[in-house]
């Protein structure tokens, strides 16, 4: 099952080549005390997110840059497809459901109007702290799986993203991107900031956490997870298959088809501990201090199990 999002094609292929043709300079503007790309997103859709009307049976996902949001994405609109097929097929409209591009916060300053004459549920993503998203969305109780991803994959797979996807701005060596990052000057802003707001957020009702790590040892038993959350009502056997479409290398391959020219940049490796192979003693260090004295001892600290995934 090969979704197609003819939206999300267009979009980041237009932003590539915008990306090629700007300074370094021109590449991010800081939008309400955050950092984004421009090529992506701007002002003027901030603006308008701010008049989106969230329902309460939509699905959205919410999760960091690089932190796994494609590969989940996947999961949980296969799983929402799979259980409209199987119970209401005759409210399934495949098309519209991808229509627009799937992040929430990129698009255009109409895309909100259109989005509400859509059927649900509606599947969104988003890469936006919680204080950020519309108002509505909790409002609403509109539910969101909350992606969480040890730090310092996240800040491995990041660089290795900054230096191809040209709307990012490129680093000659992780030490310089490394600043970057751990001061919030990268698009989307500080992650560690981003874990720290979330977890204000995490026992809201409408929220369910999970981690990266998790769905990566048991991909089925994930699957299982997110759709009893969303109630999608659906077997075992159509978590054994959804876990099976979305396997990296599944996806890598169908990626020129889902994705376009931006398959080859999205799909690198998918792995856990690759940070292994960039951080230095001091890097390691300086993200172990500022994880202990800000996330240590927290709900969202404690799912990213530091001390298993990012210990040297």
Not at 195 to 204: F, G, I, Q, T
Not at 219 to 235: D, Y
Not at 278 to 292: A, G, R, Y
Request: aromatic share 14%; hydrophobic share 35%.
């Amino acid at each position: 099952m090969t979704h197609v999002r003819k939206k999300f094609i267009e979009i980041l292929e237009k932003a590539i080549e915008d990306g090629r043709k700007m300074t370094r300079e021109e590449m991010l503007f800081t939008y309400d005390g955050v950092v984004y790309p421009t090529a992506l997103c701007s002002p003027e859709v901030f603006k308008a997110l701010e008049s989106f009307e969230a329902w309460s049976d939509d699905v959205i996902l919410a999760g960091y840059c690089k932190s796994g949001t494609n590969w989940v994405g996947q999961i949980v609109t296969d799983l929402v497809i799979t259980s409209a097929k199987k119970h209401e097929p005759h409210k399934l409209n495949e098309k519209l459901l991808l229509a627009e591009f799937p992040f929430l916060e990129i698009g255009d300053t109409e895309k909100y109007q259109r989005m509400n004459t859509y059927p649900p549920r509606r599947v969104m993503f988003t890469h936006l702290r919680p204080d950020k998203l519309p108002v509505s969305v909790f409002k609403n109780k509109a539910k969101i799986l909350m992606l969480i991803r040890n730090p310092k994959d996240v800040a491995a797979s990041f660089f290795h993203f900054s230096n191809t996807f040209s709307p990012y701005p490129p680093y000659d060596t992780f030490d310089s991107y490394f600043r970057a990052l751990m001061e919030g000057q990268m698009p989307w802003g500080s992650y560690i900031e981003y874990l720290c707001v979330w977890n204000k957020y995490v026992d809201k009702e409408n929220v369910m956490p999970i981690t990266y790590e998790e769905l990566k040892a048991n991909t089925a038993l994930g699957a299982e997870k997110i759709s009893k959350f969303f109630e999608l009502n659906l077997s075992e056997e159509d978590f054994r298959a959804v876990a099976e479409r979305s396997t990296f290398k599944s996806m890598k391959e169908n990626s020129k088809t889902t994705h376009g020219d931006f398959g080859n940049v999205l799909f690198r490796k998918g792995g856990v501990s690759d940070w292994k192979t960039l951080f230095n003693e001091s890097n390691n260090k300086e993200m172990d201090s500022v994880f202990k004295e800000r996330l240590a001892g927290t709900k969202v600290g404690s799912m990213i199990k530091y001390d298993v995934y990012c210990k040297a």
